[in-house]
């Protein structure tokens, strides 16, 4: 029975890859594997997978093998290749200038072997680069990839720091990409500033997905933004919930807002008096307003009239 692993190439594509040595390996180490022209290297990610992934890759592709554990000198040969595209990396930005479609070059990658020749970049729109391609091959002579890159990809490739504090998640541990949705900063109670919320790569941060699940755990014991309640004989919505407070936010047409426990709102709901008698009022000039002419009105019917 072949075990398997599941490996990082430098280009940052995964593989997922035979073992049929059995060689014993852990997370991060260099590794020589069969690709589809000649060999690459690859960083291990994973020493065991799911079935249901492995089911899907019997179904989609070929599995290449694990050749074996990078030795020194093939460690040493990543320098030489770096220094390689470097130099390829600046010839074909001298051969861009020659076609009139422009292009940011993001990265260029070297297969171990030098069969294959990637270069990632980003663009406006869709751009016919057929002859562009014929003649870095005919300069290099090995096969040419050009890869489109997406606002996403290009982060990950050139790192950086972010609002944390710290490198971005997708250039360190994060290795595939999750779906992030603007359902998540509702459901957190974030801003919805786009800027605020926002990746360097223009899209929502990858972060609102770690905590999703907390959230929609804790959503089901709370009701529903939207969700109409009698307040001291005055209607009310929820547009906000406090998870951590177990709190419900309220507040009607006129703006008005309230703030209850989550306790209260269920026993007023059930036609109940809530233990708690009274609210926590939002502080916000409105209701400051509110209150200073509800104590006004109640202040003149006191007077007795002269």
């Known amino acids: 029975m072949n075990t398997y692993i599941e490996a990082e190439f430098r280009s940052g594509k995964l593989g997922y890859f035979t ?41 989609n592709s070929k ?46 990658i070297y297969q171990f072997d030098g069969n294959k020749l990637t270069f990632f970049f980003t663009a406006d729109g869709r751009i016919d680069f057929r002859d562009f391609v014929k003649e870095l091959a005919t300069i290099f002579r090995t096969r040419i990839e050009l890869h489109q890159s997406t606002g996403r990809d290009e982060a990950k490739r050139l790192s950086g720091i972010g609002v944390c504090g710290y490198k971005y998640c997708c250039s360190t541990f994060l290795k595939r990409f ?95 008096n809530p233990k708690n008698s009274g609210t926590v009022p939002e502080e916000n000039s409105n209701n400051k307003k509110l209150r200073h002419a509800n104590n006004n009105n109640n202040n003149n019917r006191g007077k007795k009239k002269r």
């Open 19 to 59: 073992n049929p040595n059995e060689l014993e390996l852990e997370p991060d180490r260099k590794v020589i594997v069969e690709v589809d022209r000649g060999y690459d290297i690859a960083t291990v990610v994973n020493s065991s997978i799911w079935n249901e992934e492995l089911d899907l890759l019997y179904k």
């Open 63 to 108: 599995i290449m093998k694990l050749v074996k554990v990078a030795q020194d000198e093939d460690i040493k040969q990543i320098d030489v290749v770096k220094n390689k595209e470097l130099a390829a990396g600046e010839k074909f930005l001298t051969v861009l200038k020659k076609y009139p479609f422009e292009m940011k070059l993001i990265e260029t």
């Open 178 to 272: 999750n779906q992030v949705t603007i359902k998540m900063v509702k459901d957190q109670n974030l801003s919805s500033n786009l800027s605020k919320i926002s990746g360097p790569c223009g899209r929502l941060l990858c972060c609102l997905k770690y905590e999703e699940d907390y959230y929609e755990e804790f959503a089901k014991d709370f009701p529903e933004y939207g969700e109409n309640i009698m307040l001291n004989g005055v209607s009310m919505y929820v547009y906000k919930n406090n998870y951590q407070k177990k709190q419900v936010h309220l507040s009607n047409d006129e703006q008005i807002q309230e703030i209850i426990s989550l306790s209260d709102y269920y026993m007023i709901k059930e036609g109940k």
